[in-house]
């Protein structure tokens, strides 16, 4: 496993862009599929975005297709969400994700693919 730390949360307008961080403890952060989860209140953890070992593959939730995009830096051990033209509904509790043991896949949208978690940053979008 590996220790995981979101930062960049924060109260943003609607229409407004956030960036997330994520720092990974470990070099085994290379050797694996990261991704980004969020959960609003009263609602169950959803799958946002997932990222391949080399970052040349990626795939989004329908929510947030088109407006997010994830990426990583393998050398800062360090990924990242960038989220632009962000609406009420992605207020959220947003948490990164490490499957750090072997997978023949890459595009991984379930909780139970991931075997790391951070804490999460809270994103507030104000109406």
């Known amino acids: 496993q590996v220790q995981l730390v979101e930062s960049g949360g924060g109260l943003v307008q609607a229409g407004g862009s956030l960036r997330l961080s994520c720092a990974a403890s470990e070099r085994t952060f290379r050797s694996s599929i990261m991704g980004w989860f969020r959960q609003a209140p009263g609602k169950e953890r959803e799958f946002v975005a997932v990222?391949?070992?080399?970052?040349?593959?990626?795939y989004y939730g329908d929510s947030v297709k088109g407006r997010f995009t994830i990426s990583r830096d393998n050398a800062k051990n360090t990924l990242y969400l960038q989220m632009n033209s962000l609406k009420p509904e992605d207020t959220a509790d947003y948490y990164c994700a490490a499957r750090t043991g072997f997978s023949s896949k890459w595009m991984l949208y379930r909780r139970t693919d991931y075997d790391s978690w951070g804490q999460g940053t809270q994103v507030t979008v104000s109406s």
């Open positions: 990222i391949s070992w080399s970052g040349d593959m990626t």
